[in-house]
Nanobody
């Protein structure tokens, strides 16, 4: 089992950049596929990006967001640039165990086993 803690959220203006971090407990972080999701008020949780056997992004963030991981630090990152008001949401990191996984841009939250508590990102216009 793994525990996930997100950090790095905040209030920024449109066009700004922000880096989210997700730190995992345990010694087997490298064995997990990892992902980012977000949920805006009144909306379903939606896929943002994932890194496993491949790296994939939702069309809405492609070219603006970059996912990465540092297995030595048990940490995954989401570098966000050119932020837009529509990026406002609670951002969640997620982990999936059990092997090498390949993801698609329509990956659903149910694909992941473990979740963090989320970090709020608010982008003002």
């Amino acid at each position: 089992q793994v525990q996930l803690v997100e950090s790095g959220g905040g209030l920024v203006q449109a066009g700004a950049s922000l880096i989210l971090s997700c730190t995992a407990s345990g010694r087997t972080f490298s064995s997990y596929a990892m992902g980012w999701f977000r949920q805006a008020p009144g909306k379903e949780r939606e896929f943002v990006s994932a890194i496993g056997g491949n790296t994939v992004y939702a069309d809405s963030v492609k070219g603006r967001f970059t996912i990465s991981r540092d297995n030595a630090k048990n940490t995954m990152y989401l570098q966000m640039s050119s932020l837009k008001p529509e990026d406002t949401a609670v951002y969640y990191c997620a982990a999936k165990d059990g092997g090498i996984w390949y993801f698609s841009p329509d990956t659903r939250p149910q694909a992941f086993n473990y979740w963090g508590q989320g970090t709020q990102v608010t982008v003002s216009s």
